[in-house]
């Protein structure tokens, strides 16, 4: 089952500071959250659902600007 498209997945890897060997789904969560606002430093707090939800939208938006910058 594919979570995530190969557009999603070009852009996390982009926006992302460095990448793991092994692309996880962990990996992805924590990307997302990272667009959302979500904050490195503090691994001892949960991601939560607000700030996955913003990250998810944002990633939404820049693989719409991306696909829109590549049509014309």
Known sequence: MEILNPLQIKVLKA???K???VLTAGWAVEAIARLGGYLEHRH???IGI???W???LKLHDLCEG???ATET
């Open 19 to 21: 990448l793991p060997k």
């Open 15 to 17: 926006k992302s500071p």
């Open 54 to 56: 913003r990250g998810w």
């Open 44 to 46: 001892r707090t949960p």
């Open 66 to 68: 991306l696909q829109l």
């Open 50 to 52: 607000q700030v996955l």
